[in-house]
């Protein structure tokens, strides 16, 4: 049966406010997302006997606990389809980085088989099926660069110029659950207007947290900061500094020491996947 390959870019927090702790325990947040022209690369072939099977194994997640083999489930649940899928996982980005990895896997997922099995569920439902999987799918799934809010369910599209980044991945997985449970995270910040906020400033308020616990990202961050200003994104472990064009971000990446790989990718306002999914439909309409 015909296979289809997508991407699953990976995203950056451009600044990450916290507001405050819901009753659920969850963190209020408001957050820039912007997409890069970098991530991981999935195939899907379908099958007719429902099994879903993903042949790429990744260190620490079992199977059934893949976010793309429970995406593809949800997806079956949802629409009642009798197909079912193999996939293949290039996985190029770190996980637990702060760049949204497994939550892109997971949205390119729900994208990618809705297409192929032509199940035809709209993006907002295909949306409201990724947030049960995790706070970031929604924005993967719509592909388009947004200002968020809630635990970043609540999206409004933005423009952002397109720089190019240097990202520093250091070597370590921090976890999510860990950062929001420290006591010392700053959870009071004001909330802000996306229009003053496009005018400039904002931070990223896990940063300190993880600066203070992961000596390799604060290390990362000093180095960075030697060129341009640098920031963590998401929960980290990566952190980010933009460069006026791709020669000057690749010298820094070139002197990057080994125990701090990194890579060049530019800001996108349109995702990689949303890139590739209008191609194929200008192809067809050919
Ligand atoms: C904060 C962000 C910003 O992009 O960090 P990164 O994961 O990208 O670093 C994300 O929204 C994270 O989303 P996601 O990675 O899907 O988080 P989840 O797995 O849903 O949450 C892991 C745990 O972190 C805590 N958590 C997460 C999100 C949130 N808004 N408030 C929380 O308190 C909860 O304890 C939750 O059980
Ligand atoms: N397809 C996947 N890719 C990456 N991580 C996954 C995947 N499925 C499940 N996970 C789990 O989700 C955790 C967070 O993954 P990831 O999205 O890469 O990090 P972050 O949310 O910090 O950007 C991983 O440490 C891993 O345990």
Redesign the pocket.
């Known amino acids: 049966m015909r296979s289809l390959t997508l991407p699953a870019p990976a995203?950056l927090?451009l600044m990450?406010h916290i507001l405050g702790?819901r009753a659920d325990?969850?963190?209020?947040?408001q957050?820039l997302?912007q997409f890069l022209d970098h991530g991981d690369e999935l195939t899907f072939t379908p099958r007719s006997d429902g099994q879903i099977r993903l042949h790429t194994e990744l260190p620490g997640v079992d199977h059934d606990s893949n976010l793309i083999v429970r995406a593809a489930r949800q997806l079956q649940a949802a629409s009642g389809t009798a197909l079912g899928a193999d996939i293949q996982l290039l996985k190029r980005l770190p996980m637990g980085g702060?760049?949204?990895g497994?939550?892109s896997d997971a949205a390119t997922t729900l994208v990618g088989l809705n297409h192929l099995w032509q199940t035809r569920l709209g993006e907002d439902r295909l949306a409201q099926i990724g947030l049960s999987l995790?706070?970031?799918?929604p924005v993967f799934v719509h592909g388009h660069a947004a200002f968020a809010e809630g635990?970043?369910e609540r999206l409004q599209r933005v423009q952002l110029s397109e720089p190019w980044f240097l990202v520093i991945a250091p070597q370590v997985s921090?976890s999510?659950?860990e950062i929001?449970?420290d006591p010392e995270l700053t959870r009071n910040t004001p909330a802000i207007t996306v229009r003053s906020l496009l005018a400039g400033g904002g931070r990223n308020d896990?940063q300190p947290v993880v600066e203070k616990r992961y000596p390799e990202v604060r290390n990362a961050l000093s180095l960075l900061n030697k060129f341009v200003p640098a920031r963590m994104?998401?929960?980290?472990a990566c952190v980010f500094g933009s460069f006026p064009n791709k020669g000057e971000a690749d010298k820094v990446c070139r002197q990057l020491p080994d125990h701090m790989p990194g890579f060049v990718a530019q800001g996108r306002n349109v995702s990689m996947l949303h890139r590739k999914l209008a191609k194929m439909a200008q192809e067809v309409n050919a």
Request: hydrophobic letters at 30%; proline letters at 0%.
């Open positions: 995203k927090n990450l702790r325990g969850y963190h209020e947040l957050t997302f702060g760049i949204g497994g939550s995790g706070a970031d799918v635990v970043g921090v999510t659950a929001f449970s896990c994104t998401g929960t980290g």
